[in-house]
């Protein structure tokens, strides 16, 4: 009985490649100090190839494919750092640095490979199954607001500096920063598929569905060993008392963990490999 119905179900199989583009918003979840995620634009341009075989009324079958596309995060929060250091004869001094806005943009390439059960029956459509997703290219843009103020404090001389050269100070050329960064961990997603597809002919069709995909583990864990946006050295040249001030990224010094969420709609062509070759 079973070598019949598999005998069936080859015969009834079918080969469908797809060719889509899809578009809608991401946002990544993030664990981390002070801080808020907003949604933010994604896209994809995907090739699927698809396994069906009929089980009665129903078409049952596996789904791969490779997707290339664009994802962005967004991200803002404020500054309230405070931390301690010594000038170049040893006296401390203790840093209070804060801004109302710091807002950083990240702008990835990623690459996904699909493996899904696939669905379909009479026109409706259904996928569900998990990506591996691969980011390729990762670069980001920060901008603190010009309200920044970096105060040092002397507790020998009971004197408060504010924004002044020994302190460290930034210009407003400083407060725009971008540049590329180290790629993003390797990630796992859960992703769905729900929606509808019209036949052009027996072998050619066209269809529009809703997706939505979500990172069950940390989708990026920062490399960065910094814990401060604002990172101010200590003086050590007594000819020229001013310290370097570091800009550090906002993701990479404030997120704990990362979940990315991304939801949107797909439309596809997609065409019968066998009935086409004959």
């Given at each position: 009985?079973?070598?019949?119905?598999?005998?069936?179900?080859?015969?009834?199989?079918?080969?469908?490649?797809?060719?889509?583009?899809?578009?809608?918003?991401?946002?990544?979840?993030?664990?981390?100090?002070?801080?808020?995620?907003?949604?933010?634009?994604?896209?994809?341009?995907?090739?699927?190839?698809?396994?069906?075989?009929?089980?009665?009324?129903?078409?049952?079958?596996?789904?791969?494919?490779?997707?290339?596309?664009?994802?962005?995060?967004?991200?803002?929060?404020?500054?309230?750092?405070?931390?301690?250091?010594?000038?170049?004869?040893?006296?401390?001094?203790?840093?209070?640095?804060?801004?109302?806005?710091?807002?950083?943009?990240?702008?990835?390439?990623?690459?996904?490979?699909?493996?899904?059960?696939?669905?379909?029956?009479?026109?409706?459509?259904?996928?569900?199954?998990?990506?591996?997703?691969?980011?390729?290219?990762?670069?980001?843009?920060?901008?603190?607001s010009d309200d920044l103020s970096i105060?040092?404090?002397?507790?020998?001389?009971?004197?408060?500096?504010?924004?002044?050269?020994?302190?460290?100070?930034?210009?407003?050329?400083?407060?725009?920063?971008?540049?590329?960064?180290?790629?993003?961990?390797?990630?796992?997603?859960?992703?769905?598929?729900?929606?509808?597809?019209?036949?052009?002919?027996?072998?050619?069709?066209?269809?529009?569905?809703?997706?939505?995909?979500?990172?069950?583990?940390?989708?990026?864990?920062?490399?960065?060993?910094?814990?401060?946006?604002?990172?101010?050295?200590?003086?050590?040249?007594?000819?020229?008392?001013?310290?370097?001030?570091?800009?550090?990224?906002?993701?990479?010094?404030?997120?704990?963990?990362?979940?990315?969420?991304?939801?949107?709609?797909?439309?596809?062509y997609r065409f019968d490999v066998q009935?086409?070759?004959?």
């Amino acid at each position: 009985m079973f070598v019949l119905l598999a005998s069936s179900s080859m015969l009834h199989a079918q080969h469908w490649i797809s060719t889509g583009l899809r578009g809608g918003a991401g946002i990544n979840l993030v664990k981390g100090n002070s801080l808020k995620s907003q949604l933010e634009p994604s896209g994809m341009l995907d090739v699927d190839y698809t396994y069906y075989w009929r089980l009665r009324h129903l078409e049952l079958g596996i789904q791969t494919g490779v997707l290339v596309g664009y994802t962005s995060g967004g991200y803002l929060s404020s500054i309230n750092e405070s931390y301690s250091n010594t000038d170049y004869l040893g006296n401390q001094m203790d840093y209070t640095i804060t801004a109302s806005r710091v807002f950083e943009q990240t702008h990835s390439v990623a690459i996904e490979v699909p493996v899904m059960f696939a669905l379909r029956w009479q026109g409706l459509v259904f996928n569900a199954g998990v990506k591996v997703q691969v980011p390729v290219w990762y670069s980001n843009k920060q901008q603190i607001s010009d309200d920044l103020s970096i105060a040092a404090t002397y507790p020998a001389y009971g004197v408060t500096l504010v924004n002044q050269p020994i302190t460290g100070c930034l210009n407003a050329a400083d407060l725009m920063t971008s540049g590329r960064q180290d790629v993003a961990d390797v990630s796992l997603l859960l992703s769905t598929e729900i929606g509808y597809e019209w036949t052009l002919t027996p072998a050619d069709r066209v269809g529009l569905v809703a997706y939505f995909d979500g990172a069950p583990y940390c989708h990026m864990k920062s490399s960065n060993a910094a814990t401060n946006i604002i990172q101010v050295a200590p003086i050590s040249d007594a000819t020229n008392p001013v310290p370097t001030v570091a800009v550090n990224t906002l993701v990479g010094t404030r997120v704990q963990k990362m979940n990315y969420l991304a939801f949107g709609v797909k439309v596809y062509y997609r065409f019968d490999v066998q009935r086409h070759m004959k």
